[in-house]
């Protein structure tokens, strides 16, 4: 995770959030124009009426939308929630515990769709609230022992692509356990899908995989170009398949920034 956030400290909203990285200073949902995350905060003094939302058992936690009078409507920061996985951007959660107090990070989340439900606005009417089911990012992330392990569908490239760019089209079931299932099918298909189109050569030096995995597929990662950390679901056209040595400069390298740009644009050809 490359975010200058821990998980649990806290921040200055001001100074340390939006200072840095720019986005709205009020309100729940903050989306900033030049960075690739969107900025949500819960809890009280964060003009948000989502004293509704809740975390799950199960870790995923239950946001509700902007719109503080009448129904509320799937434009503006509702919408760049809804859409944040084609939009490349991650959603970085901060709880406010106290009025005007520090916000404390409670890490990187997926939507993994979202439902209609009564709630009162803050006149006390009952009204439609967007309430978004948001899946912790945390164990989604493509780790090395997965890719490892897994054997690819044996499907031709075009249904893979197919699936891939299905999934990552936002969907509006909502209950946890389905958010959860939405969230992890769409990240796998997405895997699957830019790793068979490398076909075993990585997408950013063009060499040869490094090794063949004890599964006997080629090793290569995926690295989600826009994002700042990698997990969690991407639009195909974003995710590049590299090698571990490429992967590490695209995250780490004083020319990152340059090579993300040549892997987006390459990626962009491809996909056209
Ligand atoms: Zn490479
Ligand atoms: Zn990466």
């Known amino acids: ?96 515990t106290k009025r005007g107090g520090p916000v404390r990070f409670e890490g990187l989340y997926v939507c993994g769709g979202w439902e209609i439900e009564q709630q009162p606005d803050m006149h006390g009417q009952p009204r439609q609230a967007i309430v978004f089911m948001l899946v912790p990012q945390n164990g989604l992330s493509i780790e090395a022992v997965d890719l490892a392990t897994e054997t690819p569908p044996d499907l031709p490239l075009v249904e893979l692509r197919e699936r891939a760019f299905q999934a990552a089209l936002a969907s509006d079931e909502a209950s946890p356990r389905v958010a959860l299932a939405n969230v992890r099918a769409r990240s796998k298909a997405v895997r699957d899908y830019v790793l068979a189109r490398a076909a075993g050569v990585c997408e950013g030096c063009r060499s040869t995989a490094p ?49 993300n740009e040549v892997l987006l644009e390459q990626i962009r050809i491809i996909e056209k």
């Open 211 to 259: 090794f063949l995995t004890t599964m006997g597929q080629p090793y290569l990662e995926a690295h989600h170009i826009h994002k700042l950390s990698d997990g969690g679901p991407d639009h195909p056209a974003s995710v590049a398949a590299l090698c571990p040595n490429c992967h590490r400069q695209a995250h780490f390298g004083a020319d990152q920034v340059a090579l």
């Open 1 to 96: 995770m490359l975010w200058p956030f821990e998980l649990h400290r806290s921040y200055h909203r001001r100074n340390d959030i939006h200072a840095r990285f720019g986005g709205q200073q009020q309100g729940g949902i903050s989306t900033p124009a030049n960075a690739p995350g969107i900025f949500i905060f819960t809890g009280h003094g964060a003009d948000h009426v989502g004293y509704q939302d809740v975390f799950e058992a199960d870790g995923s936690f239950r946001y509700t939308g902007q719109g503080q009078l009448g129904d509320m409507r799937m434009i503006s920061g509702n919408r760049a929630i809804r859409d944040h996985v084609q939009n490349g951007k991650d959603l970085l959660l901060f709880q406010q």
